[in-house]
């Protein structure tokens, strides 16, 4: 019962710090170039936490860093947007057991896949359309179809290459949480 207590401990403290790097990383070294485009890597810290602790962590965690980084945001929170970053815990989650066979740049490039373009891509722009271009909703939705296109596909790149150069490094095995110990 104790190691039970002390992993579940363990990992929600792992989680709110991955939480909080990943506000660090939206807010403070990402660009905006206007209201509705970011280029930042603030997926990274999301995926891991689906990676390590499964799914449901992984979007909880993806929830409460949007959360607490709209509220340092001029924007405020809208639950429109909150979408995406839960599926990047939740798909990190999905294919731990696949990354944990064994981890590699087009495994992970698979595993990202699903909320980039779910997410980010697809449902991220109709919901921008929607809030930004209510007047002319379809010129908006292509707009941000196409932008945001060029935009996740340089930035998953990025995620992929810096989460598979941090494995190499072995700093997941060295903090205990890779490979994902069976519950």
Aim: charged share 15%; with cysteine; hydrophobic share 55%.
């Amino acid at each position: 019962m104790k190691q039970k207590k002390t992993m579940a401990t363990r990992a929600l403290a792992y989680c709110a710090m991955l939480a909080a790097i990943s506000v660090a990383l939206a807010r403070l070294a990402g660009l905006m170039p206007d209201e509705s485009s970011r280029f930042s890597i603030e997926a990274i810290p999301i995926f891991m936490a689906g990676m390590f602790f499964g799914p449901l962590a992984g979007g909880l965690v993806g929830f409460a860093a949007d959360f607490v980084g709209c509220l340092f945001s001029p924007f405020g929170f809208n639950p429109l947007f909150c979408i995406p970053p839960i599926l990047y815990g939740v798909f990190g989650g999905v294919f731990q057991k696949y990354l944990a066979r064994k981890m590699s740049i087009p495994r992970l490039a698979v595993s990202f896949l699903p909320p980039v373009v779910l997410g980010s891509i697809l449902y991220q722009s109709f919901a921008l359309a929607l809030v930004y271009f209510s007047n002319t909703f379809t010129e908006g939705l292509i707009l941000k179809l196409t932008t945001r296109s060029v935009q996740f596909a340089i930035t998953m790149v990025l995620d992929v290459l810096i989460i598979f150069v941090i494995f190499k490094a072995k700093v997941f095995d060295r903090l205990g949480v890779w490979p994902p110990k069976k519950r």
